[in-house]
């Protein structure tokens, strides 16, 4: 009889055959939990935000990028800048929201506490259902997501027709189950928060401002256009105006500002109500203190001249302090450190809050006038050599630009939201180091402000943006 030899191997290698299968569901599970998270995340960033419209304003609503919290506050996007609601929302997925235009009439009722309560209740319901949608529209582009991945893996493992419609149909389910997870049960309340939002100062915590009244005093009809902003409208430092007057004098208004400039070559009647120092609320929107005098509102004065046909706005530099964040940024060793970027984000967050009241109300005014809003020229250039005596490098230098473009998309953004017409004016080749910069100097009268031709280089990209018929 012929012998049978007995080996061990032959009883690892079944126990062998399964550990490796389970190794391999394991795996493959694993893999799908990491799948779903990641394809969350990928969905929120890329499904198109829900428009809504509403008390005059559209809004689009959608979900910031989930954080690790089970609550925590939403995201305002205003003019481009992120500003963190005052509500918070319960779930580690919570609303985006981007205000994307503004139509002058219904908006103003809505902002300065209209009596139509059904209006603004609206916004807040309309706020509601944009996120129901939304989270519709994620779902499926995140299952879409998994349903792709899932089928790349399936094709390149070769499986069975049945098997990986058993893969794509679990993973579906899974992606849908924390879908439902995350929008349906985490975030349940956020619907109910949204419903109590009757204007987008609601969602920053700040009362809504008192609509400029008109100053006192008589009509001024012969008025063509205005100029309203700060000391880059003023044109401090240059020429001072023929005639002044004693606010012309104590707001720095000059005879070579773009005002008097665009005056000069459109032959117009124009009312320059710029004064340096001048913020949004505090100049513009508000009255203002400057040379132991008291500015009346500059939007009150404007409400004087109803035939003007063109408004050109010059603000937002004094609201962010430009002049002192210069100044600290020549003196200290580097300006881009997190105390100083800390502080200027939260300029610029209150900025555009006051910036959207201000075109708010520039939109309503009668007559609909053209409006212009100028941003700000790069004073710096590539050259700063020059300037190494005052403390500013190249390295600060860049830092101040990359600062002073957040304020100017913020300008731009906010007037297209308006429909205005956003410029900037160009000082190529003749910033402050160049041979002949169109900026004034360290010793001179009114450093980093427009020498006459910077004023009138202004002029010249407002005379490009007016409308056919008005220059």
Known sequence: MSSVRFSPLSLWYPITKSWRRWAEVAASVTALILLLPVSLWLAVRITPLQSVTAAGQTVDVGAASPGWAWSGPGELDLFGQKIITQPDFPGPVRPKLRLTHITANAEVAQLFGSKDHDGAATLGRQLAGGWLRYGLWEGAVSAGIVILVLAAVTGLRRYSLRRTAAVLLAGTVAMTAVNVMGFGLLASGTPDTLRKVHSLSDLVGRENMTPVSPAAGPTMGEVEAIVIGDSTAAGVGNRQLP????????????????????????????????????????GLL????????????QLAQVERAPKAQVIIVSIGADDLNWADLTRLCAASPSCDDRATAAYFQQQIAQFVLDYRDLVTQLAALPGNPAVIVNQYYDPFGPDTSCLADEGITASKAKTLETRLDQLNTALSQGAEAAGFTSVRPSFAGHTLCSPQPWVQGPTDRAPLHPTAAGELAIALADQQALPPGAG
Not at 243 to 262: I, M, T, Y
Not at 286 to 295: N, S, V
């Open 286 to 297: 508000g009255p203002q203190q400057t040379g132991g005098l008291t500015a009346p509102p």
């Open 243 to 282: 005639k002044p007057n004693v606010l012309d004098k104590a707001c720095g208004r000059s005879a070579d500002s773009f005002a008097e400039q665009l005056a000069e070559v459109n032959s117009w009647n124009v009312l320059n109500l710029s004064c340096s120092g001048a913020t949004t609320r505090e």
